[in-house]
């Protein structure tokens, strides 16, 4: 009898632990892809912030920066979400998507993690093309100072200062001037929201359609 009780509380133990580290995994379960290209990946799934004002014949954003480390950003394209958490195709780092400025189809949309691919995304960006960018924990890491360069030349007018764990949010259209609109709010230990990061900063707005 005794060492059927031991059994019994060996085998609840076990699955106990099992259990544990099943869930633990699901946790830190991260997409390993970087950036995609698929119009698939980028299917809007609910509905969300969007101006009101916007005419017929142009195409609305909203975007949100992530929140710390913990909650990734938004970005959402004639009040539908594009990306967000929520749809698991954000990362730390910078969230992009790619617009056609004539129909507002999405070009591309993803993350970037690595400096060298944002530089080469950013070099092919095409004359009409609008770029809209959420940051996620430290944007600063992906910026090169050529990347840097490029974002100006976009209508950017943080990219250039951009620092460690600030939030960004910016939107351009390529050869467009004066059509840019950002936000950019500093990460300071003595009024960050987040102990290591800023708070939440939003943006919206309207492109008109070329």
């Given at each position: 009898m005794?060492k059927h009780a031991?059994?019994?509380?060996y085998?609840?133990?076990?699955c106990?632990?099992?259990?544990l ?6 946790c830190v379960t ?5 950036f ?9 799934s609910r509905?969300?912030a969007?101006?009101?004002?916007c005419?017929?014949?142009s195409i609305a ?8 480390n913990?909650i990734g ?8 979400l594009?990306?967000?958490?929520t749809?698991?195709?954000v990362g ?11 129909s ?21 960006i095409?004359?009409g093309?609008?770029?809209l960018v ?10 090169k ?5 490029l974002l100006?030349?976009?209508g950017?007018?943080?990219?250039q200062?951009l620092?460690?764990?600030?939030g ?11 059509s ?9 230990e003595k ?12 943006i ?7």
């Amino acid at each position: 009898m005794r060492k059927h009780a031991i059994g019994c509380v060996y085998a609840i133990g076990m699955c106990i632990l099992l259990s544990l580290l099943t869930f633990n995994n699901i946790c830190v379960t991260r997409p390993s892809v970087q950036f995609k290209h698929n119009q698939d990946d980028a299917r809007p799934s609910r509905t969300c912030a969007s101006p009101k004002d916007c005419p017929s014949n142009s195409i609305a954003v909203y975007i949100r920066s992530g929140l710390a480390n913990a909650i990734g950003p938004e970005i959402c394209i004639n009040g539908e979400l594009i990306l967000s958490g929520t749809k698991i195709n954000v990362g730390i780092g910078l969230n992009t998507v790619l617009l056609n400025g004539s129909s507002g189809g999405i070009i591309s949309s993803g993350f970037y993690t690595g400096a060298d691919k944002m530089l080469d995304f950013l070099r092919g960006i095409g004359p009409g093309q609008i770029l809209l960018v959420a940051s996620y924990d430290d944007p600063s890491i992906i910026l090169k100072e050529e990347s840097r360069e490029l974002l100006r030349g976009l209508g950017s007018s943080a990219a250039q200062t951009l620092g460690t764990r600030d939030g960004w949010l910016f939107a351009g259209q390529k050869g467009a001037e004066g059509s840019a609109f950002e936000k950019h709010i500093s990460s300071d230990e003595k009024t960050n929201t987040f102990d290591k990061w800023p708070a939440v900063i939003e943006i919206s707005g309207c492109f008109k359609k070329t």
